[in-house]
């Protein structure tokens, strides 16, 4: 698969600008971000590449910031190559959890001990949104609970939720370089308890789960909340992010309409994470 690389200069570079722009143009395609001296590289499969789309979404952006860019087609290679070369660093989440890479050699000393090939897959839990969610599965009772992961991505949510002792596991994403990363992450950690599907929310049924965790974005939340409640069993938890402090109003209201609860939202660099109980 061919990708686009962008190169976005920004001033101010900051963690703020960064990450609202990561986010809006995740909108429209792009699946990787590195944030770096200049600004932020990102990736786009090439047939989803637009000039018009990615310079409407840059004229859009709710922050004060001069955003150049340059890009280039880049062909299929060896991302993880690219990664250990480049990006992807060892991440150790309260002395409890490290997410690391194949080619990494770091002492596998802590109670979970990931690994993670990331390919083009967003995930690697550097992204504030991942180590939020990955924070909110350490704090909780995952033992013997049904879990579902939306937008799974490289699948490191539902892993370190197997690990906890969630069973059974349920992870959906809705492109197939996703589905094929994380099928190749969970044999990596030996989980053979997630059942991996292509699609959105349209593949929920009748099926009911006492955990859900949504990390995707804001207006798909949006959409999809009603069908989340629908599966989720009385008594059970909602977690999402992939959204701003200021987005946290309307993902309440929506939330309130299909008896869900609000508990408290954790915050790093703006974004956040929700914690929502279904009424029993």
């Not at 660093?89 to 090939?117: E, G, R």
């Not at 009748?206 to 949504?214: C, G, H, N, R």
């Amino acid at each position: 698969m061919n990708y686009i690389e962008v190169k976005f200069i920004c001033t101010p570079n900051d963690e703020i600008v960064n990450s609202v722009l990561s986010a809006t143009i995740a909108e429209i395609g792009f699946e990787s971000f590195v944030e770096d001296e200049l600004g932020t590289t990102a990736y786009i499969q090439s047939s989803l590449f637009n000039i018009e789309e990615l310079d409407k979404s840059l004229n859009s952006l709710p922050v004060e910031a001069e955003i150049l860019y340059t890009y280039k087609s880049i062909e299929d290679q060896n991302w993880n190559e690219e990664w250990e070369k480049n990006y992807f660093q060892p991440l150790i989440i309260d002395d409890k959890c490290i997410i690391q890479s194949t080619f990494h050699n770091v002492p596998a000393i802590y109670d979970y001990n990931i690994y993670i090939d990331p390919k083009m897959a967003f995930g690697t839990g550097h992204h504030q949104t991942t180590e939020l969610m990955i924070r909110e599965i350490l704090k909780d009772d995952f033992n013997g609970k049904s879990v579902l992961d939306m937008g799974t991505g490289t699948a490191i949510l539902a892993i370190l939720a197997s690990m906890r002792g969630a069973n059974p596991i349920t992870a959906i994403d809705i492109d197939q370089w996703a589905y094929d990363n994380a099928i190749e992450n969970l044999n990596l950690n030996n989980v053979n308890n997630v059942d991996v599907k292509i699609g959105g929310a349209e593949l929920l049924g009748s099926e009911k789960f006492d955990i859900i965790l949504a990390n995707i974005n804001r207006n798909i939340l949006l959409n999809d909340i009603h069908s989340y409640a629908s599966v989720l069993n009385n008594g059970g938890t909602l977690y999402m992010s992939g959204f701003y402090v200021e987005d946290i109003p309307a993902i309440k209201e929506e939330s309130s309409k299909n008896e869900l609860i609000f508990e408290y939202n954790t915050e790093k660099d703006n974004w956040v994470a929700v914690k929502f109980t279904k009424l029993s």
